[in-house]
């Protein structure tokens, strides 16, 4: 009997993967008649063919859908599994009169279903062989394959407004990069070159990527109930920096839902904010929720052309944008830290024992620290350099505001209320700015850079020599190992940006080297702040920001562990050497 039963089972998956198979062969075929059709000029015939093959494709899709949902759904609870063939299928068959747009939607469940299928193998793989599959590699190639769904996803006509607008692939690897790595340079206008379609594409990828892939899918597995294995936990702390792993699982869940809690409140109040001036309630909760999660995620994404300048003055706005942009560039370790010691002193019956217990990390008194002392002094500095010049049009009220956004959103965010387009600001201006970049956001965060704690920590070292003392951070020693980091990190990220300055400098040779350089710092920092020169770039150059974009985001060392730079340690202590420095 039970022979019987995992025959049926092997036949029943047998049958399924042929469907599948086929659909990925026809939905491939399709791809490339959707590219034929939207840049050549094709016969009559060849229309034919090409629509014929659409047809197929929809009735395979249907077939497959079908024998999923028959053969395999067990109880309602299996239904779940199918959520993406749900999301795909009702807007196929309202469209099923326009075949090219049908099209469309089978071609980006193929590349989903590819993704999820590829990612799945990658941590298998990983479990299997650890050791062959550092988390390095996991974390780049996961976002590899993000990207490349992305572009390929960006550069059908359904992504597109209007049939005379094309997106060439460089454009789609350009922006899917930018997405994904939540920078928020841009080559082609958001809100008017890219439809309905194309804007929630990117808004995916700026989720996925802001959160990290590896952290979504995981805390998503959490919250369905799927066991944490051993060495995705470890990948996990790998990513998000976290070395006490007794309530990693807490703390992934944590993640999960703070971010969409954050995100829903976003983009309530800017919903409400958008609606006196698009008079339409759907349009003003789409604007919400599209500004809430990138600004959360620290993409700098907006659907006006202008970011926010047309906000300014708007207090509501301003301050809920930047609300959203620190929470998503402090780290999800110290939110975390935060709301547990709110949670326990908020309790009814709380001894003297647990306040005591119940206090700041170290790593979360720095990171706040060092990020409020940013923004104290870049919002001085910026009211006092441009009061003049970008902020001369405003009263002071609003020149504090703007002055307070900018430094905000500088870090890390790229959102802009001010015309920052060469050159406009002032060079001094330009320069601070390109330091607030570098610097960054903070670690386990969605920010770029090379994070505020490194900053603090060179700042200390800095101290402690000087004073000929160890390096101590509230009345804690640092280790060796972590000054010897930090110094690694600055070191590495300052040959990559002169590196690709230097690249950069020779691809755009009629270009201001201050904003070539502006541009690289955004780029790798993943601000996504520029002066005006993105969409000028060649194509060598957007090729050469979309690579620097990634390394950023994986950071330069996971990038080097990911594409085979080995290392070494030596076991046995070399004899030292005295060096003149200085």
Same mark, same amino acid.
């Given at each position: 009997?039970s022979?019987?039963?995992?025959?049926?089972?092997?036949?029943v998956?047998t049958l399924?993967l042929?469907?599948?198979?086929?659909?990925?062969i026809?939905?491939?075929i399709?791809f490339?008649?959707i590219?034929?059709k939207s840049?050549?000029?094709?016969?009559?015939?060849?229309?034919?063919?090409?629509?014929l093959?659409?047809y197929?494709?929809?009735f395979?899709?249907c077939m497959t859908?079908?024998?999923n949902?028959?053969l395999?759904?067990q109880q309602?609870?299996?239904?779940?599994?199918y959520?993406?063939?749900?999301?795909?299928?009702?807007p196929?068959?309202i469209?099923?009169?326009?075949?090219?747009l049908?099209s469309n939607?089978?071609v980006?469940?193929q590349?989903?279903?590819?993704?999820?299928?590829?990612?799945?193998k990658?941590?298998s793989s990983?479990?299997d062989?650890?050791?062959?599959?550092?988390?390095?590699k996991?974390?780049?190639?996961?976002?590899?394959?993000m990207?490349?769904i992305?572009s390929?996803c960006?550069?059908?006509?359904?992504?597109?407004?209007?049939s005379?607008?094309?997106t060439?692939?460089?454009?789609?690897?350009f922006?899917a990069t930018?997405?994904?790595c939540?920078?928020?340079?841009?080559?082609?206008?958001?809100?008017s070159?890219?439809?309905?379609v194309g804007q929630i594409v990117?808004?995916? $990828? /700026?989720?996925v +990527?802001g959160? @990290?892939?590896?952290?979504?899918?995981?805390? *998503?597995?959490?919250v369905?109930? %799927?066991?944490?294995h051993?060495?995705e936990?470890?990948?996990?702390?790998?990513?998000?920096y976290?070395?006490?792993?007794?309530?990693?699982k807490?703390?992934l869940l944590?993640?999960?839902?703070i971010t969409?809690?954050?995100e829903?409140?976003g983009?309530?109040?800017?919903a409400?904010?958008?609606?006196p001036?698009?008079?339409?309630?759907?349009?003003s909760?789409?604007h919400?929720?599209f500004?809430?999660?990138?600004?959360f995620c620290?993409?700098?994404?907006?659907?006006?052309?202008?970011s926010?300048?047309?906000?300014?003055?708007?207090f509501w706005v301003?301050?809920?944008?930047?609300t $959203? /942009?620190?929470? +998503?560039s402090? @780290?999800?370790?110290?939110?975390s830290?935060i *709301?547990?010691i709110?949670k326990i %002193?908020?309790?009814?019956?709380?001894?003297p024992?647990?306040f005591?217990t119940?206090?700041?990390?170290?790593?979360?008194?720095?990171?706040?620290?060092?990020t409020?002392?940013i923004f104290l002094?870049g919002t001085v500095f910026?009211l006092?350099l441009e009061?003049d010049?970008l902020?001369?049009?405003?009263n002071?009220?609003t020149?504090?505001?703007a002055?307070w956004f900018?430094?905000?959103?500088?870090?890390?965010a790229?959102?802009?209320t001010?015309d920052f387009?060469?050159p406009?600001?002032?060079?001094?201006s330009?320069?601070?700015?390109m330091?607030?970049?570098?610097i960054?956001g903070?670690p386990?965060?969605v +920010?770029?850079g090379?994070k505020?704690?490194?900053?603090?920590?060179?700042?200390?070292?800095?101290k402690?020599y000087?004073?000929?003392?160890d390096?101590?951070?509230?009345?804690?020693?640092?280790s060796?190992?972590?000054?010897l980091?930090?110094?690694g990190?600055?070191?590495i990220?300052i040959?990559?940006?002169f590196?690709?300055i230097f690249?950069?400098?020779?691809?755009?040779k009629?270009?201001?080297l201050i904003?070539?350089?502006?541009?690289?710092?955004?780029?790798?920092a993943?601000?996504?702040l520029?002066?005006?020169?993105?969409?000028?770039?060649s194509?060598?150059?957007?090729v050469?920001?979309?690579?620097?974009?990634f390394?950023?985001?994986?950071?330069?060392?996971?990038?080097g562990?990911?594409?085979g730079?080995?290392?070494?340690?030596?076991?046995?202590?070399?004899?030292?050497?005295?060096i003149m420095?200085?």
């Amino acid at each position: 009997m039970s022979s019987n039963i995992n025959t049926s089972k092997t036949l029943v998956s047998t049958l399924i993967l042929t469907i599948e198979t086929l659909l990925s062969i026809v939905a491939s075929i399709c791809f490339i008649g959707i590219i034929l059709k939207s840049s050549y000029e094709i016969t009559y015939l060849v229309g034919q063919v090409i629509n014929l093959f659409n047809y197929v494709a929809i009735f395979v899709y249907c077939m497959t859908l079908f024998l999923n949902i028959l053969l395999r759904t067990q109880q309602l609870k299996d239904v779940r599994h199918y959520i993406l063939d749900f999301l795909v299928f009702i807007p196929l068959m309202i469209s099923i009169d326009n075949l090219d747009l049908t099209s469309n939607f089978i071609v980006i469940r193929q590349l989903l279903v590819f993704g999820k299928i590829t990612f799945e193998k990658i941590q298998s793989s990983s479990q299997d062989n650890f050791g062959a599959w550092q988390p390095a590699k996991v974390i780049v190639l996961s976002f590899v394959i993000m990207v490349f769904i992305g572009s390929i996803c960006l550069t059908l006509p359904i992504c597109r407004q209007g049939s005379e607008q094309t997106t060439s692939f460089v454009d789609a690897l350009f922006t899917a990069t930018s997405a994904t790595c939540v920078t928020g340079l841009v080559v082609v206008d958001t809100g008017s070159h890219f439809s309905f379609v194309g804007q929630i594409v990117i808004l995916i $990828l /700026i989720q996925v +990527g802001g959160l @990290g892939i590896m952290t979504l899918t995981t805390g *998503l597995g959490l919250v369905l109930g %799927r066991t944490l294995h051993p060495r995705e936990k470890r990948m996990m702390q790998d990513l998000l920096y976290q070395i006490d792993s007794d309530d990693f699982k807490q703390l992934l869940l944590h993640i999960v839902k703070i971010t969409f809690t954050i995100e829903i409140i976003g983009a309530i109040i800017l919903a409400l904010c958008f609606y006196p001036e698009h008079k339409n309630l759907y349009d003003s909760i789409y604007h919400g929720i599209f500004h809430s999660i990138s600004a959360f995620c620290n993409a700098g994404f907006a659907l006006y052309s202008d970011s926010l300048i047309k906000y300014s003055d708007n207090f509501w706005v301003n301050i809920t944008v930047s609300t $959203l /942009i620190i929470f +998503g560039s402090i @780290g999800f370790t110290v939110i975390s830290n935060i *709301l547990s010691i709110i949670k326990i %002193r908020r309790q009814k019956h709380v001894t003297p024992e647990d306040f005591r217990t119940t206090y700041l990390s170290v790593h979360s008194k720095v990171v706040l620290l060092t990020t409020f002392g940013i923004f104290l002094i870049g919002t001085v500095f910026t009211l006092i350099l441009e009061y003049d010049t970008l902020l001369k049009d405003m009263n002071v009220g609003t020149k504090i505001m703007a002055s307070w956004f900018q430094t905000v959103a500088d870090r890390t965010a790229g959102f802009s209320t001010v015309d920052f387009s060469y050159p406009h600001a002032t060079n001094a201006s330009y320069l601070m700015t390109m330091l607030l970049m570098f610097i960054g956001g903070s670690p386990a965060s969605v +920010g770029g850079g090379i994070k505020t704690t490194t900053l603090f920590i060179i700042i200390a070292t800095a101290k402690a020599y000087l004073l000929d003392q160890d390096v101590t951070v509230f009345k804690r020693r640092i280790s060796n190992n972590t000054i010897l980091q930090a110094l690694g990190v600055v070191s590495i990220s300052i040959i990559v940006v002169f590196i690709f300055i230097f690249l950069l400098s020779i691809t755009e040779k009629d270009m201001e080297l201050i904003c070539v350089a502006f541009e690289v710092v955004s780029a790798f920092a993943t601000v996504g702040l520029s002066t005006g020169i993105t969409s000028d770039l060649s194509d060598a150059g957007k090729v050469l920001l979309t690579i620097l974009m990634f390394i950023g985001r994986v950071g330069p060392l996971s990038f080097g562990l990911a594409i085979g730079v080995t290392i070494h340690r030596r076991q046995t202590k070399l004899p030292e050497a005295n060096i003149m420095i200085g």
